[in-house]
């Protein structure tokens, strides 16, 4: 199978291309970050997705599948800039796909889709919709992107569309929103509040992406694997110090003193759990997580030893 | 039934929930917050209330089921004292989880308390998920129009909500009722204030003639009855599912009147010169 991957330069991406490349597949990617150490059997192609560049590696290569993965959250791009990349990106995914005759498109969202606040309940199912979206107006962007590409399921009869709404990830990388929040010595937390967080290890993750690609279920699917857990508990195991503060004096804190930076919506989510049920994910593809939730906060941790850097560097979530 | 004084952490370790190593359950349920919590109410429970439990073998040992019962006044002191009676008077414990009013999921700290010991927002999906988790559902079908009645109305029983009655015959769940007397003579509602509510965030505050809810060691009287197994789909006509729900409220004043008639025979002197 000749798989292309839209954000190959991101940890999980890499991981995926690697496993693909191992179980005989040719492997293309598409990024505008270049992956210096990709091995000689992966195409990269340091291109913009939105810019014709990125067309033309449809055209030549010439994928059976594409996986989506080049979105990006408010941690790294703010502003329409976001907007641009994450709606035009996705547009221009599935229009290639369309033209070159691609059968299989994944698009990995996130589970933050569905939203946090104080009377949503624990437990999304795919048919929910978004929830809390006018709090976290900078996820707006996120939404419409992961709502045209499950449009693709009734506009696109032809190609297969798996929709992918998976949880934080985890892992050595310290990438996507969760790693990100956590790598320095301090978790910021609302004073009184202490939310679930429901993550999946990023080996995990490429192991669901594969499969994907492997079964091509064809729908909206969550994707989780262990129990979610309150922050206080992610932090502890992680060894790192919490920092309660009342949600005004939170807001001025953010990326100051080694406090992480976040949008003034993501403070909802640290009120407010976001978590969902991936039942219909393992029954399509048979997935089952290989790392416990204590054990993919310990890799992470093994990493990131409490006082590591606070850095910006998340790609997906 | 094993004696129900032994300690909490014993009880703990008997308690059926899915715990992972550090006791957390997949709803986020925390052993260290049910044991700080089970301290206070079984202190409360035991000595403060002196509650009496009648009938609490009517509450399946596992699998799912619904209790169902009265709001007696107050604030939700009857929802705290059957979470607790759940508890120490039940072999293996079982943990009831009731429905918290939205408000109170939007209050530092009572959001994480309610959620660390179980007591989830009230809403149609997570009682459904609940029960079919097989745990034991805790429902007032009177709502937060049963915690604002005042003293002189802590018998009567205010409209019952149905979405109970539909999530049972869609669930195939058996109902245990309850009768619950006593809340409102530990915390006597004079009237409610609105204007308080607004402050705090809730839908009124109570207002007693101590002024706070503060509650007094008045002794409350709990019964449960036989299950009631309705058998449908929850998609029937409203006149089916009313009839149903009326069964299950005759069954509940039934229960108040017999938690009224064995309180009056308690010797305990009782504030407010008895029950009337």
């Known amino acids: 199978m000749k798989v ?40 990269v192609h340091t291109v913009d997705l939105r810019k014709r560049a990125a067309e033309d590696v449809f055209r030549k290569f010439r994928p059976n599948a594409v996986v989506h993965m080049a979105t990006v959250t408010s941690l790294v791009v703010s502003g329409e800039e976001r907007y641009r990349i994450n709606l035009g990106g996705t547009q221009a995914v599935f229009e290639h796909c369309r033209a070159y005759d691609v059968e299989h498109c994944v698009f990995v969202g996130r589970h933050t889709y569905y939203g946090a606040g104080p009377d949503v309940a624990l437990y999304h199912t795919e048919n929910e919709p978004p929830h809390a979206l006018g709090k976290f107006p900078e996820l707006s962007d996120l939404v419409a992107a992961d709502l045209f590409a499950a449009n693709a399921l009734w506009r696109l009869p032809q190609l297969c569309t798996s929709v992918l709404r998976i949880c934080y990830t985890l892992g050595p990388s310290g990438q996507g929103t969760l790693g990100t929040f956590l790598r320095g010595r301090a978790v910021p937390m609302v004073f009184g509040f202490d939310p679930l967080f429901q993550f999946l290890h990023e080996d995990d993750v490429a192991q669901a992406l594969l499969l994907t690609l492997e079964k091509r279920p064809r729908g909206v699917f969550n994707v989780a694997g262990p129990q979610p857990l309150p922050l206080t508990n992610v932090a502890r195991e992680a060894g790192r110090m919490t920092i309660p503060l009342p949600e005004f004096a939170l807001a001025l ?40 939730e204590l054990e993919t906060i310990r890799d992470f941790a093994r990493a990131f030893p409490s006082g590591g850097q606070t850095g910006t560097h998340g790609m997906t979530s | 039934m094993s004696d129900s004084h032994d300690s909490i952490d014993a009880r703990l370790d008997r308690l059926e929930l899915p715990f992972n190593a550090r006791g957390v359950d997949p709803y986020g349920i925390s052993k260290d917050h049910l044991r700080t919590w089970f301290k206070f109410f079984g202190f409360l429970y035991r000595t403060y209330f002196s509650v009496h439990s009648h009938g609490h073998e009517n509450i399946p040992k596992r699998g799912r089921a619904m209790l169902i ?12 004292m059957v979470v607790a009676g759940s508890f120490l008077e039940l072999d293996p414990p079982r943990l009831a989880q009731g429905m918290a009013e939205k408000f109170i999921n939007a209050m530092p700290f009572a959001s994480t308390w309610t959620s660390r010991v179980g007591q989830l927002t009230g809403l149609p999906e997570h009682a459904q998920r609940l029960l079919e988790d097989d745990r034991l559902l805790m429902v007032f079908p009177e709502g937060a129009k049963g915690t604002a009645k005042l003293y002189k109305e802590r018998y009567s029983l205010v409209d019952f909500g149905t979405g109970f009655m539909r999530l049972a015959l869609k669930t195939k769940t058996p109902i245990i009722p309850l009768g619950f007397v006593g809340g409102a003579d530990a915390i006597p509602t004079i009237a409610n ?84």
Do not use: M
């Open chain 2, 193 to 276: 204030s609105k204007l308080l509510g607004k402050l705090v965030g809730a839908p009124y505050v109570p207002i007693t003639p101590w002024l706070l809810a503060l509650p007094r060691p008045a002794p409350c009287e709990v019964h449960y009855g036989a299950p009631l197994i309705f058998s449908g789909t929850g998609n029937e006509d409203d006149e089916v599912i009313v009839r149903y729900v009326d069964e299950v409220k005759a069954r509940i004043a039934e229960l108040i009147e017999r938690a009224r008639d064995t309180r009056r025979k308690r010797k305990k002197l009782l504030p407010l010169g008895g029950d009337k």
């Open chain 2, 69 to 80: 019962g009265n709001h007696s006044g107050g604030v939700a002191l009857d929802g705290a």
């Open chain 1, 253 to 292: 804190a953010l990326g100051r003193g080694g406090l992480p930076s976040l949008s003034s919506g993501a403070v909802q989510h640290l009120k407010y759990p976001v978590v969902i049920d991936a039942k219909v994910f393992k029954k399509a593809v048979g997935f089952d997580h290989r790392y416990d």
């Open chain 1, 4 to 43: 292309l991957i839209c954000g190959i330069s991101g940890a999980i991406a890499r991981k995926l291309a690697l496993t693909l490349l191992e179980k005989g597949h040719q492997v293309a990617g598409i990024d505008v970050r270049p992956w210096r150490s990709a091995p000689p059997g992966v195409e």
